[in-house]
């Protein structure tokens, strides 16, 4: 099967661009029904072609990790990334390093060939704002950082605001994360060609939000609940998520009316693990 590509002038009827070209080489004119067929070369041309706006799209959007990323992670961090559970496969599965010019854990996203699109870096710093500590480099709304087992057909998608409450969640559900709070129309839309029901489980101080955005995407979607609890995910074990799954069976697919914060999920007799955000 082959990709439509782009148009082009007709060298025959002398259109503009009623000249189709297709991945493979092939062209057809959708005014005269001049055709030119595929071949080795048009092929390669078309190849190089791809790679050459490719490379043009990460020169405009290039970031770079700081230069003194490591993977070797200090006390803190390690202390920090213990009191949430993140086992060290899991930190060398999703590349998390450290800053240490930055005072910074460091969670990097790269695209199937190893280009880097973005990084998130949440900062260590005493006395300093829990706004304040993350810092985003790269256009993390246009990308979608899936974790966890998509076996089930692709069904379900829950979206979380950071990064360790991703990996957690996403070892019971499938989760992507948001790199904050904003979930953009567009990031609803793509979604809902790929998922069929999307859980919604931002920050208790999110809620208001969440709901409004759960009446937008409940037109896109067969489900879509939004989960509310005391904690944010990372701080709960998968005891709770295995609990809220189950919960959410039960609750009905239509969210309330934007002026009503639905109630909390139970969590009340779930274990999960103190840390500081």
Not at 119 to 137: C, E, M, V
Not at 198 to 224: E, N
Not at 252 to 264: L, W
Request: hydrophobic share 35%.
């Amino acid at each position: 099967m082959t990709d439509f590509v782009r148009h082009e002038p007709c060298p025959r009827c002398g259109s503009k661009d009623n000249l189709g070209v297709w991945d493979d080489g092939h062209k057809w004119c959708f005014g005269c029904g001049y055709y030119v067929q595929r071949n080795g070369l048009e092929q390669v041309q078309e190849l190089e072609r791809k790679i050459n706006n490719k490379n043009k799209e990460l020169k405009r959007n290039h970031v770079t990790l700081p230069s003194d990323f490591t993977y070797n992670l200090p006390c803190i961090a390690k202390s920090w990334l213990n009191n949430y559970g993140i086992t060290k496969k899991e930190l060398i599965d999703n590349h998390i390093g450290w800053s240490e010019n930055d005072t910074q854990l460091i969670y990097p996203c790269f695209d199937v060939c190893g280009n880097l699109l973005m990084y998130q870096g949440r900062k260590f710093n005493d006395g300093i704002l829990h706004g304040n500590r993350f810092h985003t480099h790269g256009p993390c709304e246009k990308i979608y950082h899936i974790l966890g087992d998509l076996g089930d057909g692709r069904r379900r998608i829950v979206l979380v605001e950071d990064m360790v409450s991703c990996i957690k969640v996403a070892r019971t559900m499938p989760c992507l994360v948001l790199f904050g709070s904003t979930i953009a129309t567009e990031r609803l839309i793509n979604l809902s060609n790929k998922f069929t029901n999307l859980i919604i489980w931002l920050d208790k101080d999110k809620a208001k939000y969440a709901v409004a955005r759960s009446q937008i995407a409940k037109f896109m979607f067969d489900s879509v609940r939004v989960v509310i609890t005391e904690k944010d995910p990372k701080r709960y074990t998968e005891a709770h998520f295995e609990t809220v799954a189950s919960a959410l069976k039960a609750l009905p697919p239509t969210p309330p009316p934007d002026d009503h914060i639905p109630p909390n999920v139970d969590d009340s007799s779930a274990p999960w693990n103190q840390g500081t955000q």
